[in-house]
């Protein structure tokens, strides 16, 4: 088996009725505006969203993107159901002020499928939305 074999996309399909996408297709991909340069603060949002969504079992986080000047970030997720993971992670994301207004898209299939549904949704700091 050569090394390629490693990043070959497994040919399972998902539980759900009618889905013929392979069952780790669906996508969430987090856009914010982060502005600081120290990343620990997005070092521990990341710990925090590997241990639920580990807990959770509804998916994986892929990490992270982020510009050179540290403003903007993108985060990806993959699992089953785009909106279960989306629904996880939500209130973690929530409680970090950096990730106010920031948009998840959700995606209803592969990446490379260009026939999948997207959603895109606003994340709000729940300190500022409660007000």
């Not at 996508?27 to 914010?32: A, E, P, T």
């Not at 982060?34 to 969203?49: M, V």
């Not at 089953?80 to 973690?92: C, G, H, S, T, V």
Request: proline fraction near 3%.
């Amino acid at each position: 088996m050569g090394w390629l074999a490693f990043f070959q996309r497994k040919n399972t399909t998902s539980d759900e009725p009618g889905n013929a996408f392979p069952a780790e297709d669906h996508l969430v991909v987090i856009q914010f505006f982060y502005g600081i340069e120290d990343l620990s603060e997005l070092h521990e949002l990341e710990e925090q969203l590997q241990s639920n969504i580990t807990d959770t079992e509804l998916g994986r986080y892929e990490g992270h993107d982020i510009s050179l000047d540290f403003g903007d970030g993108y985060l990806y997720f993959n699992g089953k159901n785009a909106e279960q993971l989306f629904e996880a992670i939500k209130p973690i994301l929530e409680q970090h002020y950096f990730m106010d207004k920031s948009i998840a898209t959700l995606r209803y299939g592969a990446f490379e499928n260009p026939n999948a549904q997207e959603r895109d949704c606003t994340i709000r700091f729940s300190k500022l939305a409660s007000t």
